[in-house]
């Protein structure tokens, strides 16, 4: 079965840090780009970080630039985001999703991980 | 940077066709995907390319995307449709994945 399974959140204050990890199994996950798609409760889609199959293309929201670190092992077939000096407004579920490339669909989504930023 | 507008809310009886638009500056020349979040769960794809649809996604899910509108359309709308739909480009001017703000489809 193809499965993303977010791991790693948790509730922080503000200014803290936290490593999210996001296991893939049921593919070939160094096939496939991969991005981390972040939902403040009640609110819309926000998507926060992309990386390449081989890591050589990275982007990032602004409001992540500078603090937000996207990497991935594919030797562990796994995904991360090392995210410092967190803020209040950085409080949301975070979701892994598979993606087709750059600007391609996310056709596989993890079941999403809660991080919670407040004092 | 680039925008996508959507409907906060759509509407629609049982058996009828419900179209959620998503608007965006010549959006007909970019990409277009779209996806369904029910409430505690995570999105899943339900349009790619403007117009594919995964497997697993009924036929009555179509979607087209022309000027400055796409256009997600359900046809012989269920209740179990109900549901969050996003649409979703990538920005390559800026290097941003960019989402609409989402549209609420509410089955009467």
């Known amino acids: 079965e193809v499965q993303l399974v977010e791991s790693g959140g948790n509730l922080v204050q503000p200014g803290g840090s936290l490593r999210l990890s996001c296991a893939a199994s049921?593919?070939?996950?160094?096939?496939?780009?991969m991005n981390w798609v972040r939902q403040a409760p009640g609110k819309g889609l926000e998507w926060v970080s992309y990386i390449s199959i081989s890591s050589s293309d990275i982007y990032y929201v602004d409001s992540a630039k500078g603090r937000f670190t996207i990497s991935r092992d594919s030797a562990k077939n796994s995904l991360y985001l090392q995210m410092n000096n967190l803020r209040d407004e950085d409080t949301a579920v975070y979701y892994c999703?598979?993606?087709?490339?750059?600007?391609?669909?996310?056709?596989?989504w993890g079941q999403g991980t809660t991080v919670t930023v407040s004092s | 940077s680039y925008v996508l507008t959507q409907p906060p809310s759509v509407s629609v009886a049982p058996g009828k066709t419900a179209r959620v638009t998503c608007g965006g500056n010549?959006?007909?020349?970019?990409?277009v995907h779209w996806y369904q979040q029910k409430p505690g769960q995570a999105p899943i794809l339900v349009i790619y390319y403007d117009g594919g649809r995964p497997s697993g996604i009924p036929e009555r899910f179509s979607g087209s995307n022309s000027g400055n509108t796409a256009t997600l359309t359900i046809s012989r709308v269920e209740a179990g449709d109900e549901a969050d739909y996003y649409c979703q480009v990538w920005d390559s001017s800026s290097d941003r994945l960019v989402f609409g703000g989402g549209t609420k489809l509410t089955v009467l």
């Open positions: 999703a598979r993606a087709s490339g750059v600007g391609g669909q996310m056709d596989v």
């Open positions: 049921g593919f070939t996950f160094s096939s496939y780009s």
């Open positions: 010549d959006i007909g020349r970019r990409s």
